[in-house]
């Protein structure tokens, strides 16, 4: 398998992350990035999974503590102070996803009526809706494999600030939508559009850390998200999903490998329309960036984390298959598995992408180095993606 052919480069990859962002030593303050702590969390549960080494489990809960404890409270530079959910600091300690978390971006967010920077913008800081999911299923992760069911309350809270402060309506009687950033303490807008895959991401994900297994009694308020479910399965209706872009369509693949487990595990997950229409938009994507030759540039010209997005996704794609032979059955299971052997035809690609970005000369770029973490910790994940894809 995949996963052992790569170890010792995955725990060298995740060793030297821990080491350069502070998590491993006390000698450096941390650096800590929502998205790329989303996929290292999972990681390291893999390496604790793989090897039973119990120092790659508390890596995990101790990135999971430093996230919160930096990304859960104001910035440094901020004249604000404490938990950026306002609440005092035993009750945040508590909860500590409340009032969200930040993105971990080196400036500060933009204050509000500041003319928006359209450039600028990308580096400062505030909260994604897409970064938060991430962190959602880190944490269903992290629930699933201590048995802890803390994580994944902490997960449906963090659920329940999210969509109380991103859904929102354009006009009375309008369709609800979600804006794409917010401010750090959630009170208004930074970038008022929605993002393409938001409301299908944020679906599945709530759907996700409400199953049975996740070890929280659906029943429990705070982890009871059927309202958030019905109005994101309402904004995802008669939408299109097909995108050309790399990690837009790992995303996809990410996403209809999370359906078919719910579906196999019969967790009440019942929209099986959706997994097609999912299959199908990624498989038209895959199409049309094939066709764009994509991977074709230099590796000066290519963005390693956006295409070891999409490997990712295709490793989910031999996964998916294994479930359907496990032989359950549900309404369109035929049209599934031919989209499925269709798109295994693709999973050469991610063999290719992931040798590119393994190749020390490659990683000498100046692309690679603009973003380093997240670069190597995708890469980690796509070498060994079970951490990630495996519920």
Same mark, same amino acid.
């Given at each position: 398998?995949?996963?052992?052919?790569?170890?010792?480069?995955?725990?060298?990859?995740?060793?030297?992350?821990?080491?350069?962002? /502070?998590?491993?030593?006390?000698?450096?303050?941390?650096?800590?990035?929502?998205?790329?702590?989303?996929? $290292?969390?999972?990681?390291?549960?893999?390496?604790?999974?793989?090897?039973?080494?119990?120092?790659?489990?508390?890596?995990?809960?101790?990135?999971?503590?430093?996230?919160?404890?930096?990304?859960?409270?104001?910035?440094?530079?901020?004249?604000?102070?404490? @938990?950026?959910?306002?609440?005092?600091?035993?009750?945040?300690? #508590?909860?500590?996803?409340?009032?969200?978390? *930040?993105?971990?971006? *080196?400036?500060?967010?933009?204050?509000?009526?500041?003319?928006?920077?359209?450039?600028?913008?990308?580096? *400062? %800081?505030?909260?994604?809706?897409?970064?938060?999911?991430?962190?959602?299923?880190?944490?269903?992760?992290?629930?699933?494999?201590?048995?802890?069911?803390?994580?994944? +309350? @902490?997960?449906?809270? #963090?659920?329940?600030?999210?969509?109380?402060?991103?859904?929102? &309506?354009?006009?009375?009687?309008?369709?609800?939508?979600?804006?794409?950033?917010?401010?750090?303490?959630?009170?208004?807008?930074?970038?008022?559009?929605?993002?393409?895959?938001?409301?299908?991401?944020?679906?599945?994900?709530? $759907?996700?850390?409400?199953?049975?297994?996740?070890? &929280?009694?659906?029943?429990?308020?705070?982890?009871?998200?059927?309202?958030?479910?019905?109005?994101?399965?309402?904004?995802?209706?008669?939408?299109?999903?097909?995108? %050309?872009?790399?990690?837009?369509?790992?995303?996809?693949?990410?996403? $209809?490998?999370?359906?078919?487990?719910?579906?196999?595990?019969?967790?009440?997950?019942?929209?099986?329309?959706?997994?097609?229409?999912?299959?199908?938009?990624?498989?038209?994507?895959?199409?049309?960036?094939?066709?764009?030759? /994509?991977?074709?540039?230099?590796?000066?010209? +290519?963005?390693?984390? *956006?295409?070891? /997005?999409?490997?990712?996704?295709?490793?989910?794609?031999?996964?998916?298959?294994?479930?359907?032979?496990?032989?359950?059955?549900?309404?369109?299971?035929?049209?599934?598995?031919?989209?499925?052997?269709?798109?295994?035809?693709?999973?050469?690609?991610?063999?290719?992408?992931?040798?590119?970005?393994?190749?020390?000369?490659?990683?000498?770029?100046?692309?690679?180095?603009?973003?380093?973490?997240?670069?190597?910790?995708?890469?980690?994940?796509? #070498?060994?993606?079970?951490?990630?894809?495996?519920?």
């Amino acid at each position: 398998m995949q996963d052992i052919k790569h170890e010792a480069s995955v725990r060298e990859i995740m060793d030297q992350f821990a080491l350069k962002t /502070g998590l491993s030593t006390s000698a450096q303050t941390p650096e800590r990035y929502l998205w790329t702590d989303a996929f $290292a969390v999972c990681n390291f549960l893999h390496l604790y999974r793989h090897t039973c080494h119990e120092n790659y489990r508390q890596q995990a809960l101790d990135l999971v503590e430093q996230v919160h404890g930096i990304l859960g409270r104001h910035r440094d530079d901020d004249p604000r102070s404490g @938990w950026i959910s306002s609440l005092d600091d035993e009750t945040g300690c #508590l909860h500590p996803t409340l009032g969200g978390l *930040r993105i971990g971006k *080196r400036l500060g967010e933009r204050k509000r009526n500041q003319p928006l920077d359209a450039q600028l913008e990308w580096d *400062r %800081d505030g909260q994604y809706y897409h970064y938060l999911t991430k962190w959602m299923h880190a944490l269903h992760q992290v629930s699933a494999v201590t048995g802890d069911p803390i994580y994944n +309350r @902490w997960a449906c809270e #963090l659920g329940k600030t999210m969509h109380r402060a991103f859904a929102h &309506q354009l006009g009375s009687g309008a369709e609800k939508r979600l804006y794409w950033k917010m401010s750090i303490d959630l009170t208004y807008a930074l970038v008022p559009s929605m993002g393409h895959h938001d409301p299908l991401d944020g679906l599945i994900t709530c $759907a996700e850390v409400q199953e049975p297994s996740a070890g &929280q009694p659906a029943a429990m308020p705070s982890c009871d998200l059927s309202n958030e479910i019905a109005d994101l399965s309402e904004m995802c209706r008669h939408k299109t999903w097909a995108t %050309d872009d790399s990690l837009g369509i790992g995303g996809l693949l990410f996403d $209809a490998g999370r359906m078919l487990h719910m579906i196999a595990c019969d967790t009440g997950f019942k929209d099986h329309g959706l997994l097609c229409d999912v299959l199908h938009s990624s498989m038209v994507g895959l199409q049309s960036f094939s066709a764009g030759g /994509g991977l074709r540039g230099s590796s000066e010209e +290519r963005l390693a984390f *956006r295409e070891l /997005g999409l490997a990712i996704g295709l490793h989910a794609v031999p996964r998916m298959l294994a479930l359907l032979q496990d032989g359950i059955e549900f309404e369109q299971r035929d049209i599934v598995k031919d989209q499925l052997n269709i798109l295994m035809a693709a999973l050469p690609l991610a063999a290719s992408i992931d040798a590119f970005w393994l190749s020390p000369l490659n990683r000498q770029s100046a692309s690679w180095r603009a973003h380093e973490n997240i670069n190597m910790v995708m890469l980690a994940t796509s #070498l060994a993606p079970d951490g990630f894809l495996s519920l």
